[in-house]
């Protein structure tokens, strides 16, 4: 076996909290799509969808490193929200909350000298600053545009796109 015990029912965790991102990602999504907010609907979609393919990752390194895959029980999703705002700004904490959870892998790693793991976990680390960067953009957007402005929102990810 490749990876240590400690690492192993960490990433097992890791697997739930990703698919517990996955979730509330959804649940944001459909919170959008509730308001007609499209753009912000799919932005929200695609978050989900990437936090589905980081748990995937993490269930195939420990397959791989020939560990226990065990997916823990996924706590429900908050799925209602007073405002934009809140939504995404719950994103953001999620999203700080998760660097957290990586640091914390990392530091097994790096105390268990696993380097097999430390440089899996690169790659998550590096996406972190991603992702916290865009819900700090995104959430300073809608604080700007506010409640009665978020076709502005809307208007600023098409421009994104383009």
Do not use: C
């Amino acid at each position: 076996m490749l990876i240590g015990v400690k690492l192993n029912e960490a990433m097992n965790a890791q697997v739930g909290n990703e698919f517990g991102a996955n979730m509330q990602y959804l649940s944001i999504a459909g919170y959008f799509e509730q308001q007609n907010l499209k753009m912000l609907a799919e932005l929200f979609f695609e978050q989900a969808e990437e936090e589905k393919e980081h748990a995937m990752k993490f269930v195939r390194y420990i397959l791989e490193t020939g560990g226990d895959l065990r997916i823990p029980t996924i706590a429900e999703a908050k799925h209602t929200f007073e405002s934009a705002e809140e939504a995404v700004e719950a994103a953001l904490d999620w999203e700080k909350e998760v660097t957290r959870q990586i640091n914390e892998l990392m530091n097994i790693a790096v105390d268990e000298k696993d380097y097999l793991a430390q440089n899996m976990l690169n790659w998550f680390v590096d996406e972190q600053l991603e992702e916290i960067t865009k819900m700090e953009q995104l959430l300073s957007v809608v604080r700007r545009a506010g409640e009665r402005n978020l076709l502005m929102v809307e208007a600023y990810l098409v421009h994104l796109e383009t």
